[in-house]
């Protein structure tokens, strides 16, 4: 200890005046520096998407698929991969391939048309067909176009709600099925017919996370307006009905743009496929249909049909109608 007014005090509060002056001099530095910092804007909408179109069609000219087997709890199964093209390879690059193979398609994202692409190998032999807002029993691989994985569901084949997945995955598994038998229990694990449906998409960022990085499965998706690619396995399809309103929320897509996630009737910020009450006239949505059983199972499913009455003949049926 030092006592205050001793010699060695004072050597040490001037040895720790100096330094904090040092330190102090370099925090100004510092923020110098800082302002001299030229903050970069990000890149538009527009910017994103031409990038992004060029780096997907770079991918494309420069890689073909492969199948790849294997088998995961006991089953057998497929998932496609992609390997560098050259043209000793003997195989067709993915761009070469027919358009009923490699389809290219188009989506809205901030007012814009982006273009992204699904492979086709084998759209399944199901009876249901997946639109953006179906449940499905899919395993699939999320990877960057170098290849590095953000996310693997190769295990035991997991649901995913499309409804709830980003853009460009729910609208990349449209019309693809399952397969055509009804899955079994062997060991304690699902186990499916080998008609499954098997693809792959190629996503522009702004179909996928674009700027929002997010946590998937522990692991974190690290890159801004990246460009992803998902091959996947889907094995059986079921149609969804969110809002337990009788009507499957496939048909709830009123402006029929093809995706019922923006339709929202009384303007209460739920989609209707979401909402027991899509009118907001405290009337359920479910008492303002007619649900008929024409297939006589006793329940009311896709392949049953339904009425939609329109009591003051407005041309709107009653249960989009509030009044």
Known sequence: MYLAGSKKYRMRINKFIGILGIMLLAFGACNNDDDNIEIQEPPTVAEVR???????TEFLSTHYYEIERRTVSGQ??????????????????????PSDLLEKRVAN?????????????????????????????????????????????????IVLDLAGTVQGFSLGLE????????????????????????????????????????PE????????YAPLIFSFQVL?????????????????????????RNDDTDGDRIPDFNDSDDDNDLVLTIDEIIRNDTNGD??????????????????????????
């Open 50 to 56: 031409e990038r992004d179109d060029a780096s997907l």
């Open 76 to 97: 057998e199964g497929e998932i496609i991969v992609f390997k560098a093209w050259n043209d000793t390879i003997g195989k067709q690059r993915l761009i070469d391939l």
């Open 109 to 157: 994202f901030a007012g814009l048309e982006h273009n992204y692409f699904v492979l086709k190998l084998r759209e399944g032999n199901g009876a249901i067909k997946a639109s953006n807002v179906d449940l499905i029993a899919v395993n699939y691989v999320g990877m960057f176009e170098d290849q590095i994985l953000f996310d693997d569901k190769r295990g035991a084949p």
């Open 175 to 214: 019309g693809f099925a399952g397969t055509s038998t009804e899955p079994s229990l062997e060991d304690g694990f699902p186990s499916y017919g080998t008609d499954y449906g098997l693809g792959a998409i190629f996503l522009p960022s702004a179909l996928g996370y674009y700027n929002n990085v997010r």
């Open 217 to 224: 499965g522990g692991r974190f998706i690290s890159r801004d």
């Open 236 to 260: 059986d399809v079921q149609i969804a009905d969110h809002d337990n309103d009788g009507i499957p929320s496939r048909d709830e897509d009123i402006d029929k743009d093809g995706s019922p």
């Open 298 to 323: 006793g329940e009311i499913d896709f392949d049953d049909q339904l009425e939609f009455p329109d009591t003051d003949a407005d041309g709107v049926p009653d249960y989009l109608d509030k009044e």
